[in-house]
């Protein structure tokens, strides 16, 4: 085998083999709102939809990206493997990282002398550790297509100037169009190809070719941009930038130019040196930068310098390391918010592409040195290169495992960014460790007073904890900041829903809806209200919507399925409590749910199983104590019957027939009429007309006539 076929096999391979345990990976960051959330995903019918919707798939319609290449490979991952199995979205960004690796190596064996500087140049990008994000989350695709699209584009360019077939130039045109297709950045494929051939020029290569070549990819880069601005409106970045994501673009033009020439130091720092790596380096982690005497400033506005500077002035001098400095200052423009302000001031993700450039260098480097040293000793230099790129990446890798995991090495990193501390917050509360929610929550507001999510879940960790009447300042402060806000009339309805005041939650609910008349919560929770009243035809036709606008939420068909229950309508409640337990297993209302059925069928056994797994996730669950004391009851075990019950009365007071059969339990079995009585009392104040009550009083007489 040929070092060439070597390197082209082996720098891919590597590749591949260093990212393979991302495959154990869930969701993370982004991947929830873009994937999990994304209804157009979820219909092979919607696919014509996607092409013609932001990235971002938001109920105003707007929107200020558009990547649908990107938004295809997610749906055709999600139609392949029919659901959202995150394996297997991870596999295909390792599998387009080995061929972006390949690529980057077939071009750097073409443009560089030898196979040594070549493959170096290939290793170096396999391994190094600044990739980790755009591999390892998810929605990092748009950033490895988009360096696939540039890559090829480059490549097939070179063929197309030296070759007489016409497919090469179609190839190259279609290229361009596919890599701004699947990200911003990928407009600079054309751009690159033009340094290259300034670089690199082809000779013999008649001018009406590489007029057509170059007017095909300004086709393509016209064509692109005109299906964003039909999309989202504008050929800009269309909504208002938030402040916390980029602080540099409200500081206006000064300081925010200013800003992004520090954070060119700190991605010349991740490109050479990353050992310090994070998920976000939003407000307030990067301070900005207001004036010019600002070292960070001077030293950013050199690198600046040097980059564009050298690859001019090395044209002729030295074409590959030309060439490399070129596509590093093409690549990085666009991210580097020195021309245009965008949603991120520093995201490692977004060196992905410009990388390229830095590893080309590394090649033409060894080029340069080659016949000045050994090669043995060049060897000896590389390997220990790439394996301190490996053992770095290595260590990094399992940072992205997961929410928690990612948020908190990014704290460690990134202690004064709100958009972390806000994000840890939210991992906190998805896992039940509700105090520390709250802490986290605490720091974002102070570190960025104005942070109104954070304000938001605030709200959301308090009521969760029992606080709601706390809650109310938090959530009305964000009403008053974002009025026309469906989520946060939602959350002020579940605070006073806590509190027992069911009129002012059905009050915000109904806001929600005049806000956002598709919000699945506000329907489900309108029709639990509704459920709890005793009104079960409305409560079904509310609960139904939640389902069509929501039907990937387990909760909302459990509530539709409980509905259903009171309606006596038993085999569609089972059918829902299935879907249930088809989308969220472990979901400890889905297990109340699944205890419910197998009562319905007669299965004893089961239900209590999954009614004491119901509990146990969460035991805060009235009602799976309550069937739990009826399960206990048939049973025969009256002791264990009255704890369940007794557990359930505790959870909610006002559960009548809990407390009817607690009574009738302590009056007829456990011989303590006292309490049998102070029950009996209860459930006939609450519900004097519920079935059995007859029985109840005459119960009641009859503990009074014992006394």
């Given at each position: 085998m040929t070092g060439r076929r070597l390197a082209l096999i082996g720098c891919p391979l590597l590749a591949v083999v260093l990212y393979l345990p991302t495959i154990g990976h869930t969701f993370v960051f982004d991947d929830r709102g873009i994937i999990e959330q994304n209804p157009l995903l979820r219909d092979l019918r919607d696919l014509p939809r996607l092409?013609?919707?932001?990235?971002?798939?938001?109920?105003?319609?707007?929107?200020?990206?558009?990547?649908?290449?990107?938004?295809?490979?997610?749906?055709?991952?999600?139609?392949?493997?029919?659901?959202?199995?995150?394996?297997?979205?991870?596999?295909?960004?390792?599998?387009?990282?080995?061929?972006?690796?390949?690529?980057?190596?077939?071009?750097?064996?073409?443009?560089?002398?030898?196979?040594?500087?070549?493959?170096?140049?290939?290793?170096?990008?396999?391994?190094?550790?600044?990739?980790?994000?755009?591999?390892?989350?998810?929605?990092?695709?748009?950033?490895?297509?988009?360096?696939?699209?540039?890559?090829?584009?480059?490549?097939?360019?070179?063929?197309?100037?030296?070759?007489?077939?016409?497919?090469?130039?179609?190839?190259?045109?279609?290229?361009?169009?596919?890599?701004?297709?699947?990200?911003?950045?990928?407009?600079?494929?054309?751009?690159?190809?033009?340094?290259?051939?300034?670089?690199?020029?082809?000779?013999?290569?008649?001018?009406?070719?590489?007029?057509?070549?170059?007017?095909?990819?300004?086709?393509?880069?016209?064509?692109?941009?005109?299906?964003?601005?039909?999309?989202?409106?504008?050929?800009?970045?269309?909504?208002?930038?938030?402040?916390?994501?980029?602080?540099?673009?409200?500081?206006?033009?000064?300081?925010?130019?200013?800003?992004?020439?520090g954070t060119v130091v700190r991605y010349a720092g991740l490109l050479i040196?990353?050992?310090?790596?994070?998920?976000?380096?939003?407000?307030?982690?990067?301070?900005?930068?207001?004036?010019?005497?600002?070292?960070?400033?001077?030293?950013?506005?050199?690198?600046?310098?040097?980059?564009?500077?050298?690859?001019v002035w090395l044209m002729r001098r030295a074409p590959p390391a030309s060439f490399a400095l070129l596509f590093v200052a093409i690549s990085a423009a666009p991210i580097s918010n020195l021309i245009l302000f965008i949603g991120t001031l520093l995201a490692e993700r977004l060196m992905y592409l410009p990388s390229?450039?830095?590893?080309?260098?590394?090649?033409?480097?060894?080029?340069?040195?080659?016949?000045?040293?050994?090669?043995?000793?060049?060897?000896?230099?590389a390997a220990l290169l790439i394996g301190l790129g490996m053992v770095r990446a290595a260590m990094r890798i399992p940072d992205w495992k997961d929410d928690f995991s990612l948020y908190g090495s990014a704290v460690a990193v990134s202690p004064r960014s709100a958009r972390i501390r806000h994000n840890l917050g939210n991992a906190y509360l998805r896992r039940g460790e509700l105090q520390e929610a709250e802490a986290q929550f605490r720091t974002a507001l102070e570190i960025y007073a104005d942070f109104n999510d954070a304000r938001i879940n605030l709200g959301v960790s308090l009521i969760q904890q029992g606080r709601a009447a706390e809650a109310l300042a938090p959530l009305?402060?964000?009403?008053?900041?974002?009025?026309?806000?469906?989520e946060i009339a939602i959350n002020l309805g579940n605070a006073y829903r806590a509190l027992g005041q069911t009129g002012e939650a059905e009050r915000w609910y109904e806001r929600a809806l005049e806000l956002d008349r598709e919000s699945a919560p506000a329907w489900n929770n309108l029709g639990a209200i509704d459920l709890a009243r005793g009104r079960?035809?409305?409560?079904?036709?509310?609960?139904?919507?939640?389902?069509?606008?929501?039907?990937?939420?387990?909760?909302?068909?459990?509530?539709?399925?409980?509905?259903?229950?009171?309606?006596?309508?038993?085999?569609?409640?089972?059918?829902?409590?299935?879907?249930?337990?088809?989308?969220?297993?472990?979901?400890?209302?889905?297990?109340?749910?699944?205890?419910?059925?197998?009562?319905?069928?007669?299965?004893?056994?089961?239900?209590?199983?999954?009614?004491?797994?119901?509990?146990?996730?969460?035991?805060?669950?009235?009602?799976?104590?309550?069937f739990l004391g009826y399960v206990l009851a048939q049973k025969g075990d009256a002791a264990g019957a009255a704890e369940a019950y007794s557990r359930a009365v505790e959870i909610d007071p006002s559960l009548y027939d809990a407390h009817a059969s607690l009574g009738v339990i302590y009056a007829e079995h456990l011989n303590d009429p006292d309490r049998g009585a102070q029950h009996l009392e209860m459930a006939l104040s609450l519900a004097p007309d519920q079935p059995g009550a007859d029985r109840l009083r005459e119960l009641l007489r009859s503990l009074a006539k014992r006394e």
């Open positions: 092409v013609v919707s932001p990235y971002w798939h938001l109920k105003s319609g707007k929107g200020s990206l558009y990547r649908p290449l990107t938004t295809l490979s997610f749906a055709m991952d999600r139609l392949l493997v029919r659901g959202l199995h995150a394996w297997w979205y991870h596999l295909v960004n390792v599998l387009l990282h080995g061929l972006v690796t390949f690529l980057l190596t077939l071009l750097a064996l073409e443009i560089l002398p030898g196979i040594l500087p070549g493959a170096l140049a290939g290793l170096a990008f396999a391994v190094h550790p600044v990739h980790v994000e755009a591999i390892s989350a998810v929605v990092g695709r748009s950033d490895l297509l988009a360096a696939a699209g540039v890559l090829a584009a480059l490549l097939l360019h070179r063929r197309a100037l030296s070759a007489h077939w016409r497919g090469h130039v179609v190839a190259a045109w279609s290229a361009v169009f596919l890599a701004l297709m699947a990200k911003e950045s990928g407009a600079a494929a054309a751009f690159v190809c033009l340094a290259g051939d300034l670089t690199f020029p082809v000779h013999g290569v008649r001018a009406r070719r590489r007029v057509a070549l170059y007017a095909g990819y300004g086709a393509a880069l016209a064509g692109g941009l005109l299906l964003r601005a039909l999309v989202l409106g504008t050929l800009g970045v269309g909504q208002a930038i938030p402040f916390v994501d980029n602080p540099a673009a409200a500081a206006g033009f000064p300081a925010g130019r200013l800003t992004a020439l040196w990353p050992r310090h790596l994070s998920a976000d380096y939003s407000f307030d982690q990067i301070p900005i930068i207001r004036s010019p005497a600002d070292p960070m400033a001077l030293a950013g506005l050199l690198i600046v310098a040097l980059v564009a500077g050298g690859g390229v450039g830095f590893c080309l260098l590394l090649g033409a480097m060894v080029a340069v040195v080659r016949p000045r040293l050994t090669s043995k000793l060049i060897v000896v230099g009305s402060s964000a009403a008053e900041l974002a009025p026309r806000n469906a079960t035809v409305r409560a079904i036709e509310r609960l139904q919507a939640a389902v069509r606008l929501d039907p990937d939420a387990a909760i909302h068909r459990v509530n539709l399925g409980d509905a259903l229950v009171a309606a006596a309508r038993l085999p569609e409640a089972a059918e829902q409590f299935d879907a249930a337990s088809r989308l969220d297993p472990q979901h400890p209302e889905v297990l109340r749910a699944q205890g419910e059925k197998a009562l319905m069928q007669g299965d004893r056994v089961r239900a209590e199983r999954e009614l004491r797994a119901a509990l146990q996730g969460d035991p805060g669950l009235a009602r799976a104590a309550n």
